[in-house]
Nanobody, 115 residues
Framework: QVQLVESGGGLVQSGGSLRLSCAASGIIFRICDMNWYRQAPGKERELVAGITFRFNTNYADSVKGRFTISRDNAKNAVYLQMNSLKPEDTAVYYC?????????WGQGTQVTVSS
């Protein structure tokens, strides 16, 4: 059974930082590409950052230079370091992976950035 469990969300002031974590189980983590998505109220879910099993990374233009995705294969974990947070980063952040044609999601963690 695939499980993705996010943590690390919270309330932070504009310009602050947060580090999100996602603990994965039920997958061969080291061969999985991992992603962070977010969904703000009334908006579509969007890809924030991704990291391949080869450690290649990609970012949404809106977060480039502020967010960093990383992974630790020994811990089956993926992280999202978020710096210089803005009110428009407020959203529920979800961990995601795909395996055997299926997409798997965590329950999400709320990030709220106050101005």
């Amino acid at each position: 059974q695939v499980q993705l469990v996010e943590s690390g969300g919270g309330l932070v002031q504009s310009g602050g930082s947060l580090r999100l974590s996602c603990a994965a189980s039920g997958i061969i983590f080291r061969i999985c590409d991992m992603n962070w998505y977010r969904q703000a109220p009334g908006k579509e879910r969007e890809l924030v950052a991704g990291i391949t099993f080869r450690f290649n990374t990609n970012y949404a233009d809106s977060v480039k230079g502020r967010f960093t995705i990383s992974r630790d294969n020994a811990k089956n974990a993926v992280y999202l370091q978020m710096n210089s947070l803005k009110p428009e980063d407020t959203a529920v952040y979800y961990c995601n992976t795909r395996m055997n044609g299926n997409a798997y999601w965590g329950q999400g963690t709320q990030v709220t950035v106050s101005s």
